[in-house]
């Protein structure tokens, strides 16, 4: 089973070619199946799920994530592997960690450096570059992680709970978010606009 989920503008699949590299270990069918919805689905934001020759779409609401939402933090349910998963479907791992509302930061099992969110991957900014969580760490491969990675200098770095640090949230379906974070500043607005324009031209239809 694959499993993704999007945001579709009039201009397209945000992210297009990562959600469709997701989809890919399902198939040909699966893929000639995106190919389709991503011509012609209605703007909107959208869970796939690939098994086999069948791909089910589901419209969802909206994002979990919100501009200025707080945040917590608890233990990853992932803290027993290593490296990017794959994106996973509810019921799952992360349904344990989530609370409706706010923004979960998932660390070691120590409690001392942050892997994730709850619903997203979180990156930092050093005044000069991103900071990526190192590869090694488990958390779900993030597809927005990974084009930010392609028109941005980066760095990989462990996030440290007791740092200040300026951290985002950022997901295929929300883009970018600044959260409620005791100590840290926000990240440069024009960063945040360089970030965001980045997203916005990975959207396409084919």
């Known amino acids: ?17 990562g959600h469709r590299e997701r989809l890919a270990p399902a198939g040909h069918a699966a893929l000639t199946a995106f190919d389709r919805f991503a011509a012609s689905a209605a703007p909107g934001i959208y869970s796939l799920r690939a098994e086999g020759d069948r791909l089910a779409i589901t419209a969802l609401a909206a994002s979990r994530l919100i501009d ?33 509302g706010v923004a979960t930061l998932l660390t070691s099992s120590d409690g001392s450096e942050i892997y994730e969110a709850c619903v997203a991957a979180v990156i930092g900014w050093d005044g000069a570059r991103l900071v990526c969580v190192p590869s090694d760490r488990p958390r779900v491969a993030s597809v927005t992680e990974a084009a930010l990675r392609l028109g941005l200098p980066f760095v990989e770095a462990p996030l440290l709970v007791a740092d200040t640090l300026p951290l ?8 970018v978010c600044e959260v409620e974070l005791p100590n840290r500043a926000a990240l440069p607005q024009d960063v945040l606009a360089t970030m965001r324009s980045l997203l916005a031209a990975t959207t396409r239809r084919a």
């Open 68 to 100: 200025g939402m707080p945040t917590r933090a608890r233990v990853s349910p992932l803290t027993h592997l290593r490296g990017a998963q794959p994106k996973p479907a509810s019921p799952c791992s992360y349904d344990t960690v989530r609370q409706e």
């Open 1 to 17: 089973m694959s499993y993704t989920t999007l945001r579709i503008t009039d201009a397209g699949v945000v992210l297009h070619s």
């Open 168 to 175: 985002a949230l950022i997901n295929a379906v929300k883009g």
